[in-house]
């Protein structure tokens, strides 16, 4: 079974920091595309950063210069470090992997979600 794990989100002040993490567990045969994306309630879902299998990153403008996506092929696990964090970063944040699984064929998949707030 193909699933997403995600952690470390949480409560940061403006001007820190946070790593996201989200891992593949599970009967995976190749990760291609992982993402990041992040929901405020009321708004549509947004895509922050994306990077490829072979390390191509792409970033939202409104992150460019703060936040790293990055991840470990090894580990089928993917990163985003995310600095000099204001208030209009709270959201809740997604990881999205295109997988496909030793048994399965080639579909996206979701983490279940996890909060991040800044605020003093």
């Known amino acids: 079974q193909v699933r997403l794990v995600e952690s470390g989100g949480g409560l940061v002040q403006p001007g820190g920091s946070l790593t996201l993490s989200c891992a593949a567990p599970?009967?995976?045969?190749?990760?291609?595309?992982m993402a990041w994306y992040r929901q405020v309630p009321g708004n549509q879902r947004e895509l922050v950063a994306v990077i490829s299998r072979g390390g191509t990153t792409t970033y939202a403008d409104s992150v460019k210069g703060r936040f790293t996506i990055s991840r470990d092929n090894a580990r089928n696990t993917v990163y985003l470090q995310m600095n000099s964090l204001k208030p209009e970063d709270t959201a809740v944040y997604y990881c999205n992997a295109e997988i496909r699984g030793i048994t399965t064929a080639t579909s996206h998949y979701w983490g279940q979600g996890t909060q991040v707030t800044v605020s003093s």
């Open positions: 599970g009967s995976i045969f190749v990760i291609y595309t």
